[in-house]
């Protein structure tokens, strides 16, 4: 088991900047692949990033690509998701996850066994 809070979500301009983290307690950190998703309201929950569990492989969505970047530090069990260049249209819940190594498909969120509770990111125009 392992249990995952989000935090350093906010109401920010277009073209501003979040760092969200998400501490994992619980389960050794080091053998979890993590990833980011996000869900709009009325839309589907969708991924935005996600890093392998050696840190060595990430992956982005298309529309995050060269403004996202997905990093996880082990000593302090956190993931983070430095979010630049914010457009109104990254407007969602940013959920973080987990999935005990290995893993298939790190874009599908049924990939994925253990969830945070989300945190609110808003990007004003």
């Known amino acids: 088991q392992v249990q995952l809070v989000e935090s350093g979500g906010g109401l920010v301009q277009a073209g501003g900047s979040l760092r969200l983290s998400c501490a994992a307690s619980g389960r050794t950190f080091t053998g979890f692949n993590l990833g980011w998703f996000r869900q709009a309201p009325g839309k589907e929950r969708e991924f935005v990033a996600a890093?392998?569990?050696?840190?060595?492989?990430?992956y982005y969505a298309d529309s995050v690509k060269g403004r996202f970047t997905i990093s996880r530090d082990n000593a302090k069990n956190t993931v983070y998701l430095q979010m630049n260049s914010l457009k109104p249209e990254d407007t969602a819940v940013y959920y973080c996850?987990?999935?005990?190594?290995?893993?298939?498909?790190?874009?599908?969120?049924?990939?994925?066994?253990?969830w945070g509770q989300g945190t609110q990111v808003t990007v004003s125009s």
């Open positions: 996850a987990a999935k005990w190594r290995p893993i298939a498909t790190p874009r599908t969120p049924s990939s994925f066994d253990y």
């Open positions: 890093i392998s569990w050696t840190g060595g492989t990430t």
